[in-house]
């Protein structure tokens, strides 16, 4: 920012107020010998107050560096009469530091708004995909012989061994076992032939 806190004229002392309300109508006609002294005087104060509010170093700088150019472009618009120079400076780097505390802040809404849309999105896309997926399943299923559909749907569905099934069902299990490999082929075409 071209200064140290240590420097002299780093931090403007109520002294030079009146000088800085000056340099200010100086810079106002385009002055820019009055702006570099006027950034001299200021920058460190209008960084220290920005700091505060936006925490962030480089950010921070960036604020700064707006401030001091909406200085350059707007000193006309200082009125000694309603308050100091410096004051009138603060005020600046107040609403702009304050500003882009907002402008981050809705930012980082957007993006949330933005996330839960297109994980509402998704949501919804996966549970039609699902309802499809499960209405296809049905159908392929309704295609199978009675044997055949009860051996598939207990052993899949219902997480139940070959022998188990074949308990369940009064058959042998060799018999689960061909019905449940022919149940299978069939769902599989059935289910290749609806992509």
């Known amino acids: 920012m071209g200064m140290t806190e240590g420097q002299p004229g780093s931090w403007p002392d109520p002294a030079h107020g009146s000088d800085l309300a000056a340099l200010l109508a100086q810079v106002a006609r385009g002055d820019q010998a009055a702006f570099g002294t006027v950034y001299d005087r200021a920058a460190a104060q209008v960084y220290g107050l920005v700091r505060r509010v936006v925490r962030d170093p480089a950010q921070s700088e960036e604020v700064t560096q707006e401030v001091m150019l909406e200085v350059w472009r707007s000193a006309s618009r200082f009125d000694p009469h309603r308050g100091s120079a410096m004051t009138w400076l603060m005020i600046l780097a107040h609403r702009r530091a304050v500003d882009r505390v907002r402008s981050g802040n809705a930012a980082t809404q957007r993006e949330l708004r933005a996330a839960a849309a297109v994980t509402d999105y998704d949501v919804v896309a996966e549970e039609v995909q699902n309802r499809l997926d499960a209405q296809r399943v049905r159908r392929c299923l309704d295609s199978l012989t009675e044997l055949q559909r009860e051996s598939v749907t207990l052993a899949y569905y219902g997480g139940y061994t070959y022998r188990?099934?074949?308990?369940?069902?009064?058959?042998a299990v060799g018999t689960v076992k061909t019905?449940?490999?022919?149940g299978l082929i069939r769902l599989r075409d059935c289910l290749g032939a609806d992509q």
């Open 179 to 182: 019905r449940m490999r022919d």
């Open 164 to 171: 188990e099934v074949a308990g369940l069902l009064g058959v």
